[in-house]
């Protein structure tokens, strides 16, 4: 994490109000952006579904993955027949846009859509061009909703419902916008949204990361005997998270070992460790399969959400008329 970063998450500092002008000016030129589409100067675009976003206001680390990975299979509880869309960040696949499957290559497709398509039985799709993306699954599929991993400022696409997670430990950090802070939109956007959902424990929309089980890299096995101490290595948003899951299960941390978000690993990233254990999470476990060790671990969460929370999602589907067979 580089110092710009660490100081978003601190009493704001000299640093913080060096950045501030660039802040204004990231608020300025997003602002007119914004208004740009909700004036019709600028075009956007409708899907043949309803869409669902869910997003953040803020740079990484708030969870949106596992809460997919929960809301995914819940629709199709209901009966409703889902598609994915990411940006696929960090991905390289050789055109767009891309259909990701479990027989991908992670380095193609980019770590988190991978982990979807591992997880998730519905057409995952990734590209920056939003609507070749709906468009492919158009095509392709049926279906009756799209979610959208992400794109809560991608005002192109219009959107039925805007879900944004907010980090419950971090929240908005010391509240400024890029760079001087984590923000991309204030929190005043959240008036706007159909509903605020906390990661972690406190509100009554939220949902908590349950530890699910620690799993071997190399073969994705359950284990349940492994090593009580070790090395925690990770290429998240907000490693503290994780790092605590451990020492809650009575894993002693040694050293950790924090990328940047995305980072896409390679084997000498690991010679310093010789015969340690590692721990990491299963969005960097995918990237590391390849070349793991016997020893090398990864933890396992589950989004659980509160009733609350279900009911909630339950009622705005039924008020947008979002159901089987839109």
């Known amino acids: 994490m580089s110092a710009i970063e660490k100081s978003w998450y601190q ?5 913080t109000f060096l950045l501030l002008p660039f802040s204004i000016l990231f608020w300025v030129i997003s602002t007119l952006r914004r208004l740009s589409f909700k004036l019709g100067l600028s075009q956007s675009f409708r899907a043949h579904v309803p869409v669902i976003v869910v997003g953040n ?24 027949k889902v598609a994915v869309i990411s940006r696929g960040y960090g ?3 050789p055109y767009y846009p891309y259909l990701v499957t479990r027989d991908s290559a992670v380095e193609e497709v980019g770590d988190e859509p991978f982990l979807l398509a591992s997880r998730l ?17 158009k095509a392709r599929f049926n279906v009756d909703v799209i ?3 992400d794109g809560l400022q991608h005002y192109k696409m219009h959107r039925d419902i805007e879900l944004c997670i907010v980090d419950s430990q971090r929240r908005f950090g010391n509240g ?3 760079p001087a802070g984590p923000l991309r939109e204030l929190p005043t956007r959240l008036n706007s949204v159909d509903l605020v959902i906390e990661n972690g424990a406190g509100a009554m929309l939220s949902y908590t990361l349950a530890q699910s089980g620690i799993y071997r890299v190399v073969d994705n ?3 349940q005997q492994y090593p009580q101490q070790g090395v925690a290595v990770s290429a998240i948003g907000n490693p503290q998270r994780f790092e605590n899951s451990l020492s809650e299960l009575g894993i002693e941390i040694v050293k950790t070992r924090h990328f940047r978000d995305h980072y896409a690993y390679g084997v000498d990233d690991f010679t310093e460790y010789n015969d340690l254990a590692l721990f990491m999470t299963e969005k960097d476990a995918v990237k590391c399969q390849a070349f793991a ?10 989004a659980k959400p509160t009733e609350a929370l279900q009911l909630s999602i339950k009622h705005i589907l039924k008020q947008k008329e979002i159901h089987h067979g839109v």
Do not use: H, M
Request: aromatic fraction near 8%; charged fraction near 20%.
């Open 221 to 223: 096995k359950l284990v």
């Open 121 to 137: 039985d519905c057409p995952i799709v990734i590209g920056s061009d939003r609507q070749a993306s709906c468009e492919l699954i």
């Open 293 to 302: 060790k016997d020893n090398w671990y990864y933890l396992r969460v589950d």
């Open 57 to 80: 206001i803020g740079i990484g680390g708030n969870g949106k993955t596992p809460f997919v990975l929960w809301l995914v299979p819940y629709l199709q509880s209901l009966g409703i």
């Open 11 to 15: 009493p704001k500092s000299l640093l």
């Open 176 to 178: 400024c916008l890029i």
């Open 91 to 93: 991905s390289k696949a």
């Open 147 to 149: 979610i959208s991993d």
